[in-house]
């Protein structure tokens, strides 16, 4: 890409600016977040990776309760399954590149494994990840719950905790 | 979203086994990289923020220099700026949601305050973001040096250094 992104990510500013937006209540900003989390058909996962370093991996928007739990399915023999067992923070962040609407979850990840929680993301044909079915040891269910939410739209940007 | 997009994957999964699409080489996934890399409007940069959480923001992508660089601006008051100054170590991610295409690089961060840097990025009407103008000391560009990537695309899942 090239500045014309930038050029473009400008237009939308001034556009913000000069209709007067003014910036969004609490309750606005969570109708809001919820909304974009809804349409988002991936999200991305971030966990604490090798040697410290950040890691981001994108995961399919299957499963979520508002915006405190989201579940995602994994590979108990993945490498970042290991690495959560060892620290268990992680942040979730759903985006809109088109409306420049972002929202960051941070907060922590459970490994589960009992057969309620794997049926609830299970669907026909996932065999091609986990080839002995919805009981396969190498299927995972990650449970993420969040306890800050940071959201950001125009002239709106707002830090909140999650109850 | 909902298990509908468990099941897109899906189908995207069989279709490419189906195909018999075999494991690319490093050269072809290097150059499918680059591309992705190319096509992208926005990438995912993560911090190691507050609380050892890993943070996560969408950047414009708006200058590279292969897989090794990428460069972004950002305000010098932020406090991603500020934790960066004591912990460096990040990552950027880019991916296409509809081809199921992701490439993580991993690597450190420099905080650049020169006239040449802060031009690099600079463009008409980003005094938006930095009043004034292209000497705002509240402007700052981050330059990203990736030493490890990551790149999946169907059957291929490739982690190789960069040099």
């Known amino acids: 890409m090239s500045k014309e992104v930038l050029k473009s990510a400008i237009q939308s500013a001034q556009k913000n600016k000069g209709k007067g937006n003014t910036k969004l209540t609490k309750k606005e900003v969570i109708q809001q977040a919820l909304e974009l989390v809804e349409k988002s058909k991936i999200c991305l996962l971030g966990t604490n990776g090798e040697g410290g370093f950040p890691y981001i991996k994108a995961m399919l928007n299957v499963k979520n309760e508002g915006l405190k739990n989201v579940w995602f399915s994994t590979n108990t023999s993945s490498r970042r399954v290991q690495r959560l067992k060892q620290d268990n ?13 972002g929202l960051l979850l941070i907060g922590t990840i459970e490994i589960l494994q009992d057969i309620e929680s794997k049926k609830l993301l299970w669907t ?33 940007n707002l830090t909140f905790k999650i109850e």
């Open 89 to 101: 923070r992680a942040s979730v962040y759903y985006v809109d590149e088109n409306t420049y609407q």
């Open 124 to 156: 026909e044909g996932a065999e091609i990840y986990y080839p002995l079915g919805v009981t396969d040891p190498d299927y995972s269910v990650l449970c993420f719950t969040a306890k800050k939410a940071n959201y950001y739209h125009g002239l709106t």
